[in-house]
């Protein structure tokens, strides 16, 4: 699936069984949620934390799809074209870390 498609896909979604979309700082609050529950699972299963009894089940792909989901619903909300935007993205990351990283006594 390309991005243009899930982002035809959330759009129908939306549209059907999601009624309407949120507005955008709905949208945005829920999208910090989200990404703080993919942070909760990365901090107990990559981290130092421990998992509490209720936390055990969490299903980090699906939470990410969660993140995923609602990036897509801002970004039709708002008229960007996720796809074409990571390739300018990419294009810029090509150029200005060329050697960036290569040349990082850190890395």
């Known amino acids: 699936m390309t991005l243009t498609e899930a982002q035809q896909m ?3 979604w939306i549209n059907t ?11 945005m609050a829920i999208l910090t949620e989200e ?3 993919v942070a909760r699972i990365m901090a107990r299963r990559y981290g130092e934390q421990s998992f509490k009894e209720s936390d055990e089940k969490a299903d980090l792909a699906d939470e990410m799809a969660d993140v995923l989901f609602v990036l897509i619903c801002l970004a039709n ?3 960007i074209d996720l796809e074409k935007s ?3 993205n ?9 050697t960036r990283h290569k040349n990082n006594p850190k890395l």
């Not at 069984?17 to 955008?24: D, K, L």
């Not at 990419?90 to 060329?98: N, V």
């Open 10 to 12: 959330v759009d129908r």
């Open 17 to 27: 069984t999601g009624v309407r979309y949120f507005n955008e700082l709905t949208n």
């Open 35 to 37: 990404v703080g529950e």
């Open 77 to 79: 909300q708002t008229g």
């Open 86 to 88: 990571l390739m300018k």
């Open 90 to 98: 990419m294009k810029k990351k090509e150029i200005r870390d060329k």
